[in-house]
Protein backbone atom coordinates (compact mmCIF):
# COMPACT_ATOMS: atom_id res chain seq x y z
CA UNK A 1 0.00 0.00 0.00
CA UNK A 2 1.37 3.10 -0.91
CA UNK A 3 0.36 6.05 1.30
CA UNK A 4 1.29 10.22 1.15
CA UNK A 5 2.92 12.33 3.38
CA UNK A 6 2.12 16.13 3.13
CA UNK A 7 2.67 19.08 5.55
CA UNK A 8 -0.10 19.43 7.94
CA UNK A 9 -2.33 22.51 7.73
CA UNK A 10 -4.99 24.70 9.58
CA UNK A 11 -7.83 22.36 8.30
CA UNK A 12 -5.84 18.97 9.94
CA UNK A 13 -6.11 20.65 13.78
CA UNK A 14 -9.50 18.50 14.26
CA UNK A 15 -7.66 15.08 12.88
CA UNK A 16 -4.29 16.14 14.81
CA UNK A 17 -5.85 16.77 17.91
CA UNK A 18 -7.82 12.85 17.02
CA UNK A 19 -3.62 11.63 16.39
CA UNK A 20 -2.45 13.45 20.06
CA UNK A 21 -5.55 11.19 21.96
CA UNK A 22 -4.93 8.47 20.49
CA UNK A 23 -1.06 8.52 21.10
CA UNK A 24 -1.91 9.52 24.65
CA UNK A 25 -4.21 6.55 25.12
CA UNK A 26 -1.70 4.43 23.93
CA UNK A 27 0.60 5.99 26.95
CA UNK A 28 -2.03 5.64 29.51
CA UNK A 29 -2.38 9.25 29.55
CA UNK A 30 -5.43 10.72 28.12
CA UNK A 31 -6.42 12.11 31.25
CA UNK A 32 -3.23 14.78 30.55
CA UNK A 33 -4.22 16.35 27.48
CA UNK A 34 -5.44 19.80 27.60
CA UNK A 35 -4.86 20.36 23.69
CA UNK A 36 -8.20 21.61 22.05
CA UNK A 37 -8.75 22.11 18.26
CA UNK A 38 -8.39 25.55 18.58
CA UNK A 39 -5.06 25.63 20.54
CA UNK A 40 -3.53 22.70 18.13
CA UNK A 41 -4.33 25.06 15.01
CA UNK A 42 -3.12 28.08 16.59
CA UNK A 43 -0.26 26.27 17.70
CA UNK A 44 0.88 25.16 14.97
CA UNK A 45 -0.26 26.94 11.99
CA UNK A 46 -0.98 30.70 13.68
CA UNK A 47 1.46 33.64 13.82
CA UNK A 48 4.75 32.48 16.08
CA UNK A 49 4.23 28.98 15.56
CA UNK A 50 7.39 27.15 16.19
CA UNK A 51 6.66 23.58 15.91
CA UNK A 52 5.80 21.94 12.11
CA UNK A 53 3.60 19.25 11.53
CA UNK A 54 3.21 16.07 8.70
CA UNK A 55 0.32 13.92 7.84
CA UNK A 56 0.21 10.42 6.67
CA UNK A 57 -2.73 9.40 4.67
CA UNK A 58 -3.36 6.43 3.47
CA UNK A 59 -4.54 5.06 -0.49
CA UNK A 60 -7.79 6.41 -0.06
CA UNK A 61 -7.07 9.50 1.95
CA UNK A 62 -7.64 8.38 5.23
CA UNK A 63 -5.52 9.62 7.84
CA UNK A 64 -3.39 7.38 9.03
CA UNK A 65 -0.32 8.81 11.04
CA UNK A 66 1.43 12.25 12.03
CA UNK A 67 4.49 13.64 13.27
CA UNK A 68 4.75 17.02 14.92
CA UNK A 69 8.82 18.76 15.38
CA UNK A 70 10.86 21.73 15.95
CA UNK A 71 13.94 22.77 15.30
CA UNK A 72 16.27 22.83 18.49
CA UNK A 73 19.60 23.73 18.62
CA UNK A 74 23.29 22.25 19.51
CA UNK A 75 26.28 24.72 20.71
CA UNK A 76 28.69 21.93 20.00
CA UNK A 77 27.23 21.65 16.57
CA UNK A 78 26.29 25.63 16.09
CA UNK A 79 23.98 24.14 14.49
CA UNK A 80 20.01 23.04 14.61
CA UNK A 81 18.53 19.67 15.24
CA UNK A 82 15.22 18.34 14.64
CA UNK A 83 13.64 17.02 17.66
CA UNK A 84 10.95 14.63 16.94
CA UNK A 85 8.01 15.52 20.04
CA UNK A 86 5.51 13.02 18.81
CA UNK A 87 4.60 10.46 16.30
CA UNK A 88 1.58 8.16 15.86
CA UNK A 89 0.74 5.60 13.62
CA UNK A 90 -3.19 4.32 13.76
CA UNK A 91 -3.81 1.05 15.12
CA UNK A 92 -5.41 -0.13 11.54
CA UNK A 93 -2.25 1.19 9.52
CA UNK A 94 0.28 -0.30 12.14
CA UNK A 95 2.94 -2.59 10.64
CA UNK A 96 2.82 -1.07 7.08
CA UNK A 97 6.00 1.04 7.81
CA UNK A 98 4.33 4.07 7.80
CA UNK A 99 6.11 4.76 10.79
CA UNK A 100 9.15 4.42 8.99
CA UNK A 101 7.99 6.59 6.45
CA UNK A 102 7.42 9.61 8.86
CA UNK A 103 11.22 8.85 10.26
CA UNK A 104 12.02 8.80 6.68
CA UNK A 105 10.42 12.41 5.84
CA UNK A 106 11.34 13.95 8.52
CA UNK A 107 15.23 12.85 8.39
CA UNK A 108 15.12 14.07 4.96
CA UNK A 109 13.99 17.63 6.14
CA UNK A 110 16.78 17.57 8.88
CA UNK A 111 19.40 16.87 5.84
CA UNK A 112 17.66 19.47 3.46
CA UNK A 113 17.69 21.98 6.66
CA UNK A 114 21.38 21.22 7.30
CA UNK A 115 20.39 19.91 10.94
CA UNK A 116 23.21 17.81 12.89
CA UNK A 117 20.86 15.64 14.32
CA UNK A 118 17.35 14.09 14.41
CA UNK A 119 16.54 13.48 18.42
CA UNK A 120 13.23 12.29 20.08
CA UNK A 121 12.17 10.28 23.54
CA UNK A 122 10.63 7.10 23.87
CA UNK A 123 8.69 5.78 26.80
CA UNK A 124 10.86 2.75 28.26
CA UNK A 125 8.12 0.33 27.88
CA UNK A 126 7.26 1.00 24.45
CA UNK A 127 8.87 -2.08 23.14
CA UNK A 128 7.71 -1.90 19.21
CA UNK A 129 8.34 2.32 18.99
CA UNK A 130 12.28 0.95 20.50
CA UNK A 131 12.11 -2.02 17.82
CA UNK A 132 11.83 0.76 14.66
CA UNK A 133 14.27 2.96 16.82
CA UNK A 134 16.92 0.17 16.65
CA UNK A 135 16.18 -1.02 12.91
CA UNK A 136 16.54 2.37 11.34
CA UNK A 137 19.79 2.21 13.71
CA UNK A 138 18.79 5.60 16.14
CA UNK A 139 21.09 5.13 19.14
CA UNK A 140 19.45 5.23 22.81
CA UNK A 141 20.96 8.29 24.85
CA UNK A 142 21.33 6.78 27.85
CA UNK A 143 23.64 8.93 29.90
CA UNK A 144 20.79 11.57 29.67
CA UNK A 145 18.26 11.75 31.81
CA UNK A 146 15.50 14.21 31.09
CA UNK A 147 14.49 16.54 32.94
CA UNK A 148 11.10 18.34 33.22
CA UNK A 149 9.22 21.48 35.25
CA UNK A 150 4.99 21.90 34.35
CA UNK A 151 1.92 23.35 35.68
CA UNK A 152 2.40 24.80 39.06
CA UNK A 153 6.20 23.69 39.97
CA UNK A 154 6.69 25.82 37.01
CA UNK A 155 4.56 28.37 37.85
CA UNK A 156 6.25 28.21 41.87
CA UNK A 157 9.77 28.45 40.49
CA UNK A 158 9.43 31.21 38.29
CA UNK A 159 8.02 33.38 40.50
CA UNK A 160 10.38 32.22 43.42
Known amino acids: MTYAIRPATAADAATILGFIRGLADYEKAVHLVEATEETVAASLFGPGAVARAIVCEAPDGTPAGFAVWFLSYSTWQARNGLY ?4 YVAPAHRGAGVGRQLLRHLARIA ?3 GCGRFEWSVLDWNEPA ?20 SGEKLKRFAEG
Open 84 to 87: LEDL
Open 130 to 149: IRVYDAIGAEPQGEWVRYRL
Open 111 to 113: VSE
